[in-house]
């Protein structure tokens, strides 16, 4: 998946430059410019990324980096570790 | 008169914020400068956009896209949209860890332990702190001339440049020395929200009074004059592609960075980048488009002239209420300094205060109090250099402008540490010096070849026309003008805006190695922050790979192996 979502990502990023709209002047809807009309379905394409990042490439290790330290700092310390299972009670 | 009552009205609600932030504060340093690393998902997400936002979003936009067209949203905004939740994904996230796990409170802090390095945090501090101060100078610049304007009335304004710079530097001032991080952040939200509020007001009410846009584009479409403004016609390629690099700059400064390391769970991040983007496209989209329609009601404006057009879209179209929340929402974009304010105030109280031994000489407290005396200097030498430099906001609008390009440009230093094992100190010293020599560089070529940037004919000198690249904060609002021509909006001539002139080479003996717009000097027509950025990541790379990398104890530090993990837990 991760793969798949690094080739996703970098597409993305090259469909900002879009020279097939550079001189068009048509209207869509009958009031909006059609390169106006493109960026601002990219800006929801780059939500729909980021959420596809999110779902498939979270950094979930850092958050349990935080677990292994906070887990050792409270078992090093005997007043935390009594903090701490008076929180969990 | 109103508009000015409305914008007081606005300043006691923020510095009201602040007070109460103040009450729910704790006295260790965490707490003020961090907000104790306890924010919520919901004000992380509009302050950290908030913090971001600026004069240039709402005001800047549309004038740009008055002269230039719908690009503006694609070079500015949708590139935005997708690179700065890209860079707060994977570099803010990463921040965040490393500051809760090690106590990090700013970049300089992290990077110094990194590379176990003292000196190299010292030249990021200094250099960071000097592409920052003129933000905070212009932010009280820009006050002191918005309030005049917006108090003018019949010529004569109620509210002096010299008093309402004070005012603004007064009120920020206070809510960032009560409130600390917590104070700054519940403003930023609360801005955000009227930012959000104001588009979408301005948006309907403008389109109710003009019968809707269907007519106004297609008449623009129709007329050979204004017809590129719908495409990007007036954009060169070079300069669209050269600007997906400026976003870069949002994660690397400071008070972004800082606040990155406020959030209370890894998982605020989750909602904050994927809305993002949503954010920006509401914000810019009206601007922009605002900017294009204001193409066909007030043709003619010269460049100095079209960064109020949203103004004169609306004075003409609503009344004195909507007007005074404009004037609000103006001052909301001004003082987006305040988090730069508290950002050097931090850095300075842990890179310098406590880096250096007072912390532990002098306790925490002191160290706490320190920060808060910082806050009242900066503010104060930013009233009095906004009051000694008052016609020179040229100088200042040019640093903020190649400081954007600077802080994108320090990126591949923050990647390196973060990802790279191999990075070294040496490395990043030498990406910094080469970003410090080309912002300066760049500023020196700008500013010398002044007198041969081309510009249309009856526009004024290029600094001061400046719709340019990186947006000083408040470029626009410090042109805002009185009541009365406000009102008056329309010049009496039916010309288009006009085009861009093409650029002209600045030293013809080196061919179109450097080029001279009507803002800036480019690379063969790309923005320097293209060479700059490059030229950093290549010196990162082979500087780090010719020197030693740090000890083991280190890395395996900030990058432990599995069975590191399993040893602490």
């Given at each position: 998946m991760k793969p798949l979502l690094a080739i996703w990502v970098v597409l993305v990023l090259l469909l900002?430059?879009?020279?097939?709209?550079?001189?068009d002047r048509s209207l869509v809807f009958g009031s909006i410019p059609i390169g106006l009309a493109y960026h601002a379905g990219y800006a929801i394409l780059a939500a729909i990324t980021m959420a596809l990042l999110v779902r498939?490439?979270?950094?979930?290790q850092l958050e349990e980096e935080q677990v292994y330290v906070a887990d050792s700092a409270i078992s090093a310390d005997p007043a935390r570790a009594a903090a701490g299972s008076e929180a969990r009670l | 008169m109103t508009r000015a009552l409305i914008v007081f009205a606005y300043l006691a609600i923020v510095l009201y914020i602040g007070i109460f932030a103040f009450r729910r504060s704790k006295t260790s340093s965490e707490d003020f400068f961090?907000?104790?690393?306890?924010?919520?998902p919901a004000v992380f997400l509009l302050s950290l956009f908030g913090t971001n936002m600026t004069a240039v979003a709402i005001l800047g936009s549309s004038g740009i896209a008055y002269s230039r067209g719908i690009g503006v949203f694609g070079l500015m905004a949708s590139s935005s949209a997708i690179v700065i939740p890209l860079t707060i994904f994977f570099i803010g996230t990463r921040l965040w860890a490393l500051g809760k796990r090690f106590?990090?409170?700013?970049q300089v802090q992290y990077l110094r332990d990194r590379w176990e390095c003292a000196g190299i945090g010292t030249f990021i501090f200094a250099l960071t702190a000097a592409m920052l101060v003129p933000y905070i100078i212009i932010g009280v610049m820009g006050g002191g001339q918005t309030l005049e304007a917006i108090s003018t009335v019949d010529g004569k304004p109620w509210v002096s440049y010299e008093f309402g710079g004070a005012l603004v530097a007064l009120v920020v001032m206070s809510y960032v020395f009560f409130g600390g991080m917590r104070g700054t952040a519940w403003v930023n939200a609360f801005q955000t929200v009227l930012f959000l509020c104001f588009g979408a007001i301005a948006f309907t009410l403008i389109a109710r009074s003009l019968g809707g846009f269907d007519q106004i584009m297609q008449g623009i479409a129709a007329n050979p004059r204004t017809g590129p403004l719908l495409s990007r016609?007036?954009?060169p390629a070079e300069e669209f592609f050269s600007?997906?690099?400026?976003?870069?700059s949002a994660i690397m400064f400071p008070h972004i960075s800082i606040m990155c390391l406020?959030?209370?769970?890894?998982?605020?991040?989750r909602k904050t980048v994927i809305f993002y983007p949503i954010c920006i496209m509401l914000i810019w989209l009206p601007s922009v488009y605002l900017g294009v329609v204001a193409a066909s009601q007030f043709?003619?404006?010269?460049p100095g002239e079209a960064d109020d057009v949203i103004i004169r879209l609306l004075t003409a179209n609503t009344g004195v209420l909507v007007s005074g929340i404009l004037g609000a929402g103006i001052m909301a974009c001004v003082m987006a300094s305040d988090s730069q304010i508290l950002a050097l105030s931090t850095m300075f109280s842990e890179d310098i205060f406590a880096f250096y031994g007072g912390k532990k000489r002098f306790g925490e407290q002191a160290q706490v109090w320190t920060g808060r005396a910082f806050v009242v200097a900066i503010a104060l030498f930013a009233y009095i250099t906004a009051l000694a430099l008052k016609d020179k906001a040229g100088i200042f609008e040019l640093a903020i402008r190649f400081a954007f390009s600077g802080f994108a440009a320090l990126a591949p230093i923050m990647l390196g540490a973060l990802?790279?094992?191999?990075?070294t100190k040496w490395g990043a010293l030498a990406a910094s010096v080469w970003v410090a020599t080309c912002v300066i560089g760049t500023g020196y070529l700008t500013r010398a070849s002044d007198s041969i940037a081309p510009r249309p004919?009856?526009?004024?000198p290029a600094r001061a026309a400046a719709p340019s690249a990186?947006?000083?904060?408040?470029a626009s609002s410090t042109r805002l003008q009185p009541d009365a021509p406000l009102l008056g909006a329309a010049r009496p001539t039916s010309a288009a805006p006009r085009p861009p002139a093409p650029p002209v080479q600045n030293n013809p003996g080196l061919g179109n190695l450097f080029l001279r717009n009507a803002t800036t000097v480019t690379v063969f027509g790309y923005l320097p922050v293209l060479p700059m950025v490059v030229g950093s990541a290549l010196l990162m790379v082979l500087v780090s790979l010719m020197t030693t990398p740090p000890s083991r104890a280190t890395i395996e530090k900030y990058f432990p192996s599995n069975s590191e993990k399993t040893r602490i837990a």
């Open positions: 900002h430059q879009d020279i097939w709209f550079w001189k498939f490439f979270w950094p979930g | 961090l907000a104790g690393r306890k924010l919520g106590g990090h409170m700013t016609e007036r954009m600007y997906m690099f400026i976003p870069l406020t959030a209370e769970k890894m998982g605020h991040f043709p003619g404006l010269r990802f790279w094992k191999r990075s004919p009856g526009a004024p990186a947006l000083p904060q408040v």
